[in-house]
Nanobody, 124 residues
C-alpha cells in the first residue's frame, strides 16, 4: 500500500508558475514510478507527467512539454511538479499516482494508488 498526499495547489494568473508536491508514505518509494494526472470539470482525467522510480526517466504530455518539470527526492519520499507559464485551460484538480512498478506509465489504467488531489485554478 502507498498513501499519497498532494499539496501546492491554489489560484494563480495565466502565465504564472506553481509547484505541486506529492508525499508518499511508503519507505521503499524508489521502487515506484510516480505520475501526475489532472481532471478539469466535465472532462476525463488526463496524463500530465511521470517519472521512473530512479528518477532517470521522465515522460510528459505533449501539451506541457517545455513548461512542466517533474522531479523526485527519494530520500524525502516526495515528487514535485513544477508548472510554468500556466494557462487558464489548465485549471483542474491535479492528482499524483503510483503504479506497482518502477517504470513510467502514461495511462490511467497503469496506476494502482491515487492521492486525493489538489486544485489548481488559473485565471485568465
Amino acid at each position: 500500500q502507498v498513501q499519497l498526499v498532494e499539496s501546492g495547489g491554489g489560484l494563480v494568473q495565466a502565465g504564472d508558475s506553481l509547484r505541486l508536491s506529492c508525499a508518499a508514505s511508503r519507505r521503499t518509494f524508489s521502487m515506484n514510478a510516480v505520475g501526475w494526472f489532472r481532471q478539469a470539470p466535465g472532462k476525463e482525467r488526463e496524463f500530465v507527467a511521470a517519472i521512473s522510480g530512479s528518477g532517470f526517466v521522465t515522460s510528459y504530455a505533449d501539451s506541457v512539454k517545455g513548461r512542466f518539470t517533474i522531479s523526485r527526492d527519494n530520500a524525502k519520499n516526495t515528487v514535485a511538479l513544477q508548472m510554468n507559464s500556466l494557462k487558464a485551460e489548465e485549471t483542474a484538480v491535479y492528482y499524483c499516482a503510483c503504479p506497482v512498478c518502477a517504470s513510467v506509465q502514461r495511462t490511467r489504467a497503469g496506476y494502482n494508488y491515487w492521492g486525493q488531489g489538489t486544485k489548481v485554478t488559473v485565471s485568465s
